[in-house]
């Protein structure tokens, strides 16, 4: 079983719906979480970073962490064709990062 | 912001050869670095950790004759290819977290390295 469990998608919405992503983890030391996005060919960029369980807001990004079910989840309001992109969960308890393999999104017009 | 420059991005070389690739923290120090390859639709996986002034660890089943780590100073690390094959061809990415934040603080990434072996 991987430490990190997260769906490839693709995803495919619509403009301006709202996008779920999630992420299963195994080790429940894990305390940091969060979400990069990549475009292809770039590094992976910071979106949001959460420590412990609870909500996160950042404009039209939600990080929600639930470390009693080992679950995380990012929300985009408002999808825009700018948001397509691929979207990877991380998480650590030590200073390395551990990654989900990335949740493709397409937000097509 | 903290910014990771990487250098090549894109690079293609012959089977046998040596490739190295330069990451480099712009605006902060950066002790410890960590380098990443990534295979296509693959998540990022751990290779190495680059450490100033000593010697880079290597994750299991990573070998380090092939993928030299030198960490030069606190804003440079470089990661040689040696000896390359087409397998060794993939996205490789390296980060850096800044010396002044906590250990467990998100890691700034380079823009990655396109090495294709032909």
């Known amino acids: 079983q991987k430490e990190v469990e997260q769906d490839p998608g693709p995803l495919s919405v619509p403009e301006g719906a709202i996008v779920s992503l999630n992420c299963t983890y195994s080790n429940s030391a894990f305390q940091y979480f969060m979400w990069y996005r990549q475009y292809s060919r770039k590094g992976p960029e910071l979106l949001m970073y959460t420590y412990s369980s609870g909500n996160k807001e950042d404009g039209r990004f939600t990080a929600q962490v639930d470390k009693s079910s080992k679950y995380i989840s990012l929300f985009i309001r408002d999808s825009q064709p700018s948001d397509s992109a691929t979207y990877l969960c991380?998480?650590?308890?030590?200073?390395?990062?551990?990654f989900g393999t990335g949740t493709r999104l397409q937000v097509f017009p | 912001g903290a910014v990771v420059s990487q250098h090549p991005s894109w690079v293609i070389c012959k089977s046998g050869t040596s490739v190295k690739i330069e990451c480099r923290s712009l605006d902060f120090q950066a002790t410890t670095m960590f380098w990443y390859r990534q295979f296509p639709k693959q998540s990022l996986m751990l290779m190495a950790t680059?450490?100033?002034?000593?010697?880079?660890?290597?994750e299991q089943g990573v070998e380090k004759d092939k993928f030299l780590i030198n960490h030069a100073s606190l804003t440079l690390s470089t990661l040689t290819v040696t000896s390359a094959h087409p397998e060794d061809s993939s996205f490789y990415i390296c980060?850096?977290?800044?010396?002044?934040?906590?250990?467990?603080?998100?890691?700034?990434f380079g823009n990655g390295t396109r090495l294709t072996v032909t």
């Open positions: 680059s450490n100033e002034g000593s010697k880079a660890t290597y």
């Open positions: 980060s850096a977290r800044d010396d002044q934040s906590s250990y467990n603080s998100p890691l700034h």
């Open positions: 991380a998480m650590s308890h030590t200073d390395k990062l551990i």
